[in-house]
């Protein structure tokens, strides 16, 4: 039995945490982790995501129609519960949508205007995101956020049906780095802190992996290793 990191959850001696750099953009981040990302991880950035920015939170789950926090959170809106502090937070979904909101919608700016913008991130492979997304119908009341520019992964781990598939770390950067240019975010948050950090552990997962390989073939061709 490995043990863990209970920050960054990963095995003990894979511990990323103090390459974590804390930025704070001045929003506010809600991820709600699918269990297989929270508990199974390999090379989940959601974590570690969260460790870096000052405020987040992360809720484990996959259907959070019900979930007390969740809605605790977004409460003050139409039709939601009438606890917790809806007048803090003005709540957004990235999440694709036809009439997702980008950073630099004015309407984003006007609607938000006076809260500080409470980010819910789905964290998740596309598959199952899809899936929470379809069963949480909480979340269909609130307004969606996308990205205002097309990415591309710095680096695929798992494998995902489409290119364009971001990991969460990668997610969240760029969108801070599109609310720094809308004004919505802290100019002085350093995003670059998580692209940096996402390099790290692509860097640390790939060496990690060439072990693995070197291993398994001394295991198959233990005479190419053999001392001369
Ligand atoms: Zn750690």
Known sequence: ????????????????????????????????????????????????????????????????????RLLELTSGREGSTPYGDGTKYYPVVLFPSQQAFTAADPRLRNASAGKKL??????????????????????????????????????????????????????????????KAAGLAEPGADESALFRLFDTMVRFQLSCEQTRNEEQARDLHPELFKRQ
Not at 2 to 16: D, E, T
Not at 40 to 45: D, N, P, S, V, Y
Not at 136 to 155: A, G, K, T, V, W
């Open 118 to 179: 409470l980010i819910i991130v789905i964290d998740a492979t596309w598959f199952f995101a899809k899936k929470m997304w379809k069963l949480s119908r909480s979340l269909h009341d609130l307004p969606c956020l996308s990205f205002e520019n097309d990415y591309r992964s710095r680096f695929i781990f798992k494998k995902q049906p489409a290119p364009e598939y971001l990991s969460t770390m990668e997610s969240v950067g760029y969108l801070i780095r599109e609310l």
């Open 1 to 68: 039995m490995f043990k863990r990191c209970y920050s960054c959850f990963r095995p003990k001696q894979h511990c990323l945490c103090p390459e974590v750099t804390v930025i704070d953009p001045g929003v506010s981040f809600l991820f709600l982790m699918h269990p297989k990302e929270a508990y199974q991880q390999k090379t989940g950035t959601g974590r570690l995501c969260a460790l870096s920015l000052v405020e987040s939170e992360i809720l484990v789950g996959i259907d959070f129609t019900t979930n007390v």
